[in-house]
């Protein structure tokens, strides 16, 4: 066994299945990293600013589509901040993960939530998961190539389109944390995206990580240009619209990324 392997398998023993309350919710994680994940939201050392940025925007009644809900806190947060007359729809592919979700869901009594176990993407297909073997939310899609032996962490998920998946849906906010594979996911959207008339969409731009999936990482700004949307970055102070799609790529330092923020042009 590789020290790759090894360190996934390590990362994932059982006890580190704790339960931890993070955002006013109860939730069990799944491995080592999970619990340092839930540990940091709920000591409000991560994610402080995205949670206030969510309550600002997140209203009752709204229908929510959370793409790559890993073990659920965003999930969980969107149901209560919709309340019963909201809805959320929650994919994630990863088994372990989704059992998790469900788990979790379970846990903290939601009735307004619609679970899937599956990936987004362009169209109906199977594609291959890399896992992590030591951050679960570092979960992505691989070009499809054949399985060879991982010990487990490449597993092959059913992927399918979002305008499939909710044909005619009304969406009024549209999280996508999916590692890269953003692009992809808003090609399997278009329906959605302009005939949602309130839309908001706040995802992860990492550029790098489009580049890993084979997307040239301004198309997805292209794009929903062409839909009719503006994108900002919502925690620059100025939240200026950004014009230059290549300058502001060019900005972000390799490897990382920055979270945007979309609405239609008013």
């Known amino acids: 066994m590789n020290f790759s392997s090894l360190f ?9 299945h704790a339960r931890i309350h993070a955002w006013g919710s109860l939730l069990q994680a799944t491995s080592l990293d999970r619990c340092v994940y839930l540990r940091l939201h709920q000591l409000g050392i991560m994610g402080g600013k995205v949670k206030a940025f969510f309550e600002s925007k997140i209203q009752r009644g709204m229908t929510i589509v959370d793409v790559g809900a890993n073990i659920g806190l965003y999930t969980i947060f969107f149901a209560k901040q919709t309340g019963s007359g ?33 990936a987004l993407g362009s169209c109906e297909d199977e594609k291959f998961l890399d896992r992590s073997p030591l951050n679960s939310g570092d979960n992505r899609i691989v070009a499809n190539s054949p399985l060879s032996v991982s010990h487990g962490k490449r597993v092959k998920v059913r992927t399918a389109a979002l305008d499939t998946l909710l044909p005619g ?24 995206l302009s005939k949602s008339p309130s839309l908001q969409l706040y995802f992860e731009y990492s550029p790098y990580g489009m580049e890993l ?22 925690y620059d102070r100025r939240q200026a619209l950004i014009t230059d799609w290549r300058a502001y790529t060019d900005q972000i330092p390799r490897g990382m990324w920055r979270n945007l923020w979309s609405k239609r042009k008013t």
Not at 95 to 112: H, I, V, Y
Not at 181 to 191: C, I, S, T
């Open 169 to 192: 849906q009304n969406v009024d906010f549209l999280k996508i944390d999916v590692q890269g594979y953003e692009l992809e996911v808003l090609k399997g959207a278009k329906d959605l």
């Open 86 to 118: 909201g809805k959320v729809f929650a994919f994630e592919p990863d088994p372990d993960l989704f059992q998790m979700l469900r788990k979790n869901c379970e846990t903290n009594n939601l009735s307004n939530v619609i679970l899937h176990n599956c």
């Open 8 to 16: 996934f398998h390590l990362n994932r023993l059982k006890l580190w």
């Open 213 to 234: 999936a084979g997307c040239r990482p301004t198309d997805i700004l292209e794009l929903l240009s062409k839909l009719g949307y503006e994108t900002r970055n919502p």
